[in-house]
């Protein structure tokens, strides 16, 4: 029997391999592939959000099963996966999932829409680099640099193309193993993760900011659930 499979799904930032750069050792157990979701390229124009498109990534990496771990907007194609398609996905690592669709009526989730609409509802009169300066402003309370490179004129262009994640076509919650890792350093996210762990996931926090995978705790969390995942398989 081979090595089972682990498919990694970024968020709005780095993409591909380059979002996971404490898991690539998990290559020693785990047969792994890092995707780029649908917009996310270092030589193509950016592109808007497209959950479907995001999903059929997804789906066709994983081939015939396995695992997903995922992290912000990226949550959202893969538990819209592992609920239309729960014989494909054995288990969901959410890392701050950005899953607002699910938790929109709850307090922290309602304050970040109505700080964030009037931007979302602007950005295509608005110019790249007036959408990130205004996002940096309103998400971590500072102003953002005008893009000096072409990587990052990229970056800002995508950012203004991106849907708002609480219109994700996301309303259930899949039946599937999941573990949610959150950095203990924001309210929505939070709130997002004792929502899922209301029906049934594990939440642990790791702290780390957005980006708790990148400390050794949780990375150890997420090899630890994904090797429970293996042998339950196995028995």
Known sequence: MGAERVVFVHGSGPFGAAAWPRQHGLSIDFDCLYVRRHGFSATEEPAATDHDRDQEIVADALGGGGHVVAHAQGAVAAMMLAVERPDLVRSLTLVEPACFSLTAELPATAAHIALMKPLFA???????????????????????????????????????????????????????????????????????????AGTGAIHRVAPGGHRPHDTAEGDALIRSFLRAGRHQAAA
């Open 122 to 196: 602007e950005r295509h009169a608005m110019s790249d680099d007036d959408v990130l300066r205004a996002f940096a402003r309103q998400v971590v309370d500072d102003d953002a640099r005008t893009p000096a490179t072409t990587e990052a004129r990229r970056d800002a262009a995508r950012l203004r193309l991106q849907s708002p994640p609480w219109e994700a076509p996301l309303a259930i919650v899949p039946g599937v193993p999941t573990l949610v890792l959150t950095g203990g350093w924001e309210p929505l996210y939070e709130e997002v993760a004792e929502y899922l």
